[in-house]
């Protein structure tokens, strides 16, 4: 089952500006984790943040956690049209589920040139 | 080092057949898990091999079973396959049994008619 939404479903930007998505999970939870989809293929690791953390970065990617209000999100800064894809966040559960991840239903972002 | 590799990647049965999807992890990982995509249900995961042991299950009835081998490669069966099986299946790998980050595979489309 899936572990919560992702907000937008749908997201069409044009190259230079940001894009953000969101995402909201049920459970406590170890980490949550951000992943992008190319075309129905393999999943890509872009970033992972802990549940001790508020805030992390990596090149053009900013993630924030709000575990009060059991929500993430997802910012690109600078968008290229190479980074239209499905945009997946997946949660890590605090308990015995050592690895496995519980997906949203991800946003399709699509970067005009 | 090679990536994670799933065979085949493309796989067209027929209802009531069995089917076997391979996969070899990255080299050193020790851990594989298998998910389901499809586009009613999204990113469901299956299970979790951890040193040829089943360490997590996903809720999908029995006719899905997995095994890993001690090099770490792991297969998964689907028995009396149904039109619903249709689905990208995807494997992932990672080094050990926490909820690390996991490197996917391009995954095997598998189509049932």
């Known amino acids: 089952s899936q572990q919560g939404e992702e907000d937008p479903q749908a997201l069409s930007i044009q190259e230079g500006e940001n894009a953000t998505m969101n995402c909201s999970y049920k459970?406590?939870?170890?980490?949550l984790q951000w992943y992008r989809q190319n075309s129905g293929r393999g999943l890509v690791h872009l970033i992972l943040?802990?549940?001790?953390?508020r805030e992390k970065h990596s090149g053009r990617l900013r993630v924030t956690l709000d575990t009060s209000k059991k929500s993430s999100s997802l910012l690109i800064t600078a968008s290229r049209a190479a980074d239209t894809a499905s945009y997946f966040c997946?949660?890590?559960?605090?308990?015995?589920?050592?690895?496995?991840?519980?997906f949203g239903q991800g946003t399709i972002l699509t970067v005009h040139p | 080092k090679a990536g994670v590799t799933q065979t085949p990647r493309y796989l067209i049965k027929t209802r009531g057949q069995q089917v076997t999807l391979s996969c070899s992890p990255i080299?050193?990982?020790?851990?594989v898990s298998w998910y389901q995509q499809t586009p009613g249900q999204g990113l469901q995961f299956l299970f979790e091999?951890?040193?040829?042991?089943?360490?997590n299950k996903g809720n999908f009835p029995g006719r899905f079973s997995g095994r890993q081998f001690s090099n770490s490669r792991s297969e998964m069966n689907v028995s009396t396959l149904e039109l619903g099986d249709s689905a990208l299946y995807l494997c992932?790998?990672?080094?050990?049994?926490?909820?690390?980050?996991?490197?996917f595979g391009a995954g095997t489309r598998l189509s049932v008619l």
């Open positions: 992932a790998s990672k080094v050990g049994i926490g909820g690390d980050i996991q490197y």
């Open positions: 459970t406590s939870i170890n980490n």
């Open positions: 943040i802990r549940s001790n953390e």
């Open positions: 997946a949660t890590v559960g605090d308990g015995t589920s050592y690895g496995k991840l519980t």
């Open positions: 080299s050193g990982h020790r851990s």
């Open positions: 091999y951890f040193s040829e042991t089943q360490r």
